[in-house]
């Protein structure tokens, strides 16, 4: 060391407050304090870990019972089908009722709550048919749901609901994806519309039909045809 350099000046009373033990219990308490975290949260982790596998197993469970339940309706409606196919209809009216109710909430129950209907339809017990596809309630966005609301509109045709018939035609219009089913359901609000006298509104319909035919369509001639029969209607 240097001449020049000086030796820094520590205060006595200060190095003697200094004390190591008390140092060391701090570091253990602060040790301890680790290892509760560590053990809690250990606990913890353990706890979310059983619950993930619980979760999982829930989940492969339900994927398996539902691919059972889709499985046992697809051989239960087949069986339907036959029954129908050696015209066994009341047996199947009554198949119908209690699948559908078994199997609800599956694609097969939805296309179940279409053959129940058709069937009643065909009948000609209307109010029961009506009865089936009001309660199924079916959304648009599947085709089941798009032949149910159809049926159910042909069921108010037929009890001669005319007003009612046009709504639910106008609402399979409206939610349906395929031309077709769209053309055909204008069509058949159009034909309410008749019915009830509104041959303005009628002729609107079939408007939208042709405008929404290409160019060339040989249909569009038919509908030209209609506009002119429902047009005589209002001079």
Same mark, same amino acid.
């Given at each position: 060391?240097?001449?020049?350099?000086?030796?820094?000046?520590?205060?006595?009373?200060?190095?003697?407050?200094?004390?190591?033990?008390?140092?060391?219990?701090?570091?253990?308490?602060?040790?301890?304090?680790?290892?509760?975290?560590?053990?809690?949260?250990?606990?913890?982790?353990?706890?979310? *870990?059983?619950?993930?596998?619980?979760?999982?197993? +829930?989940?492969?469970?339900?994927?398996?019972?539902?691919?059972?339940?889709?499985?046992?309706?697809?051989?239960?409606?087949?069986?339907?089908?036959?029954?129908?196919?050696?015209?066994?209809?009341?047996?199947?009216?009554?198949?119908?009722?209690? !699948?559908?109710?078994? !199997?609800?909430?599956?694609?097969?129950?939805?296309?179940?709550?279409?053959?129940?209907?058709?069937?009643?339809?065909?009948?000609?017990?209307?109010?029961?048919?009506?009865?089936?596809?009001?309660?199924?309630?079916?959304? *648009?966005?599947?085709?089941?749901?798009?032949?149910?609301?159809?049926?159910?509109?042909? +069921?108010?045709?037929?009890?001669?609901?005319?007003?009612?018939?046009?709504?639910?035609?106008?609402?399979?219009?409206?939610?349906?994806?395929?031309?077709?089913?769209?053309?055909?359901?204008?069509?058949?609000?159009?034909?309410?519309?008749?019915?009830?006298?509104?041959?303005?509104? +009628? +002729?609107?319909?079939?408007?939208?039909?042709?405008?929404?035919?290409?160019?060339?369509?040989?249909?569009?001639? !038919?509908?030209?045809?209609?506009?002119?029969?429902?047009?005589?209607?209002?001079?």
């Amino acid at each position: 060391m240097s001449k020049n350099t000086k030796r820094p000046i520590v205060d006595p009373q200060y190095e003697e407050s200094v004390d190591p033990l008390s140092r060391e219990d701090k570091f253990l308490v602060s040790v301890l304090d680790l290892t509760g975290w560590i053990q809690k949260n250990r606990d913890m982790a353990i706890i979310g *870990l059983v619950f993930c596998v619980l979760g999982v197993s +829930a989940l492969l469970y339900y994927k398996s019972a539902k691919e059972e339940q889709v499985e046992q309706a697809t051989v239960r409606l087949e069986a339907i089908h036959q029954a129908i196919s050696i015209s066994a209809l009341e047996d199947a009216k009554s198949q119908l009722s209690t !699948f559908i109710g078994r !199997f609800e909430g599956t694609k097969q129950a939805d296309e179940g709550v279409v053959l129940l209907g058709r069937l009643h339809l065909e009948a000609e017990d209307f109010l029961v048919a009506i009865s089936v596809l009001e309660s199924a309630d079916l959304p *648009l966005s599947s085709s089941s749901g798009v032949q149910a609301n159809s049926l159910l509109a042909k +069921a108010f045709e037929s009890q001669g609901r005319w007003a009612d018939a046009e709504v639910q035609y106008l609402r399979v219009a409206a939610g349906a994806n395929l031309d077709f089913e769209v053309r055909e359901s204008l069509e058949a609000a159009a034909r309410s519309r008749t019915r009830q006298m509104d041959f303005a509104g +009628a +002729a609107s319909l079939y408007q939208q039909i042709i405008d929404g035919l290409e160019d060339q369509d040989p249909k569009k001639g !038919f509908y030209v045809a209609r506009i002119a029969e429902v047009s005589e209607s209002l001079d």
